[in-house]
């Protein structure tokens, strides 16, 4: 504003600010932003440690905002995630909405901090999350309950497996299921970490009953792949050499060949190694054993229950809660004991109990140590 000094008064006076005013930016030009938002919001995500997967699922929940609002995600307002989160997600599970409303709040804090200058300059929008308060989807994704068979139905289960194996049509890749099951089930692989096993990472002269060397370990919180050493303790030691001794064979790999899969498909790439056995081949069979050697549990086995089964039966038997984080590979005490659901601890009526002496959980331990 402009002052005017009188004799005897002083009067204001309005003055036009003489800038030159930006002209509207162009599609091109906007277009061209979004992209340098994203990749921007790519590499700030690797960054932090993230894994691809995780940085994906975020860039997938995005590009599904981003294609029901038809325009760039920072002229989204509250009305906006009113209409989406409360019409088109409406019946969407839970975790869906979580994951949307998660990914949506993450790149517009991102946009905040970083291009908020530049995208007001370029656009004259104001970067604000169209989420708050009143329209934040509520609740919380947790894991469900599994409860895994008891020991005698796994016993079961697994004498039958074993005696179909003299009598099926194609014997290699039905003892390379059933010695992968026994596996998992054993030490708790996670069925990623026993598909991606090479040869090599067993190490039979570790410790007093050899080890694996788990090297796809799943990272806490999508920050990538964590190596752990895993004992080969409840017999999986004597599992795995039968397997490798008198089943590995059969599918025509050479064991000198550096990366030959411990547990391989029947195809042969080019270079001479085998393919990896999916995750579909692991579950498929698992299910078809128990419908076939197991009817009378109703419950769905998967490979995760196999890692359930381990947790909660290595519990029973009295080791503690530390070693068998440390076995699973978890990176929090409270996401064993989220692990550790056997039936005996359930019974209706009953107070949950375990039994066991102080020595005997001890002894447990300490050759869990032992085996390290």
């Known amino acids: 504003m402009l002052l005017k000094t009188r004799s005897a008064s002083v009067s204001l006076a309005v003055v036009r600010d003489l800038r030159e005013r930006r002209p509207q930016a162009t599609a091109e030009e906007i277009a061209r932003l979004e992209t340098d938002v994203l990749s921007g919001f790519v590499l ?39 209409s989406y989160f409360g019409t088109v997600l409406r019946q969407a599970p839970i975790g869906t909405r979580l994951c949307r409303s998660q990914a949506l709040s993450v790149y517009i804090e991102f946009l905040e901090l970083r291009f908020q200058a530049e995208l007001h300059t370029l656009t004259g929008h104001v970067a604000r999350c169209p989420l708050d308060e009143m329209n934040r989807p509520r609740g919380k994704k947790d894991a469900r309950l599994r409860i895994p068979p008891t020991a005698p139905e796994m016993n079961t289960l697994f004498s039958g497996w074993a005696q179909e194996l003299a009598t099926c049509r194609k014997f290699a890749p039905h003892a390379r299921n059933y010695a992968a099951a026994q596996l998992m089930a054993a030490v708790g692989l996670r069925v990623n970490e026993a598909r991606t096993l090479d040869l090599a990472d067993v190490k039979w002269d570790l410790g007093r009953f050899g080890k694996l060397h788990v090297r796809h370990g799943k990272g806490a919180r999508g920050s990538g792949p964590r190596e752990r050493m895993v004992p080969l303790i409840n017999d999986a030691a004597r599992t795995l050499r039968w397997y490798v001794e008198d089943v590995w064979g059969h599918f025509g790999g050479d064991h000198s060949l ?29 299910a078809a054993a128990s419908t076939t050697h197991l009817p009378a549990w109703t419950g769905k086995l998967t490979p995760h229950v196999l890692r359930h089964f381990c947790a909660s039966q290595l519990y029973l038997e009295g080791m503690d809660l530390v070693a068998i984080q440390e076995l699973l590979g978890h990176s929090w005490i409270a996401t064993t004991m989220g692990y550790v659901n056997p039936r005996e601890l359930h019974q209706v009526g009953e107070k949950p109990q375990v039994t066991w002496s102080r020595r005997g959980s001890a002894g447990l331990r300490s050759l869990y140590e032992l085996a390290v």
Do not use: C, H, K, V
Request: proline letters at 6%.
């Open 44 to 82: 700030a995500r690797a960054s932090a440690g993230l894994a691809d997967g995780t940085i994906r699922s975020d860039l997938s929940n995005l590009e599904q905002i981003r294609l029901w609002f038809g325009r760039p995600l920072w002229e989204m307002e509250p009305r906006d995630a009113d």
């Open 258 to 286: 550096a990366g030959a899969p411990l547990f391989p498909s029947e195809r042969r790439w080019l270079n001479g190694l085998n393919g990896r056995i999916g995750y579909d081949a692991l579950r498929s069979s698992l």
